[in-house]
């Protein structure tokens, strides 16, 4: 017997346990019938204002998102979503591969979404080679989504990091900043702009850029939940959250 309340598909949603962002936005969207199933993990070292601290800081969450793994299980979740996206760009498509099979040890014969691949999946789609990048990292992440998108394929002519000071401080930047940062970023040479980081509350203001760039700009929350659930083969579409759940 299915879930009666998640008849459709339970996701499974891995978030750091500094995130506020992720539980919001697909809140936002809720398809009927799929339900969506949060597995925290401890973020010991939420300080990410230099290369080093940001070093640390991942070094911790590698021993602490095996955990939530573990546990999201328990709820038989159909898919596993992670709701974290540095990790998931850390050594190009090799790093983000080896990262799924680690959470595959863990969860099993399931289908996953991360950050990386949601947004590559996405890219191909659409068709462009072209992009630039805006995140909240520091530098040493920066040339981390550089080299992914790259190795995938991509001209990345601009990657702009807004070099938040800590994991919580990440979703208190404000749509204005964002705008201003859009803005300073997109030009003739691109075809479409992709934001990473999923405590960065970008979902409508990407929504709404679209229009005014005319190209399009990935949210990556938004672009992780087209990924999930279009693997999971629910072709249901939604208007205010990006072309990608809109359209495609």
Known sequence: MPDVVGYRAKIG??????????????????????????????????????DEAFLYFLDLIRQTIPYAVRDIMTCEPDH???????????????GNAAFLTRVRDIAGDIGITSGASACNAALELLGVSKIACLTPYQPAADEQVYGYFTECGYE???????????????????????????????????????????????????????????????????????????????????????????EH
Do not use: Y
């Open 156 to 246: 990345v002519k601009r990657v702009r990091g807004l070099r938040c000071a800590s994991a919580t401080s990440i979703a208190d930047v404000t749509p204005e900043t964002l705008v201003e940062v859009l803005k300073e970023i997109d030009g003739d040479d691109i075809d479409a702009i992709v934001q990473c980081g999923t405590n960065l509350s970008m979902v409508e203001v990407a929504d709404q850029a679209e229009r005014w760039l005319g190209k399009p700009v990935l949210a990556i929350n938004a672009i992780c939940l087209w990924h999930a659930l279009r693997t999971l083969g629910i072709s249901d579409q939604f208007v205010g959250h990006g072309m990608m759940l809109r």
């Open 13 to 50: 949603v891995i978030v750091p346990s500094t995130n506020t962002v992720v539980e919001h936005d697909f809140a936002r969207v809720r398809p009927p019938g799929v339900t969506f199933h949060s597995g925290r993990f401890l973020v010991e070292a939420p300080d990410l204002s230099s």
């Open 80 to 94: 596993i979503l992670m709701g974290m996206s540095a990790e998931t760009f850390w050594g190009g498509k090799e």
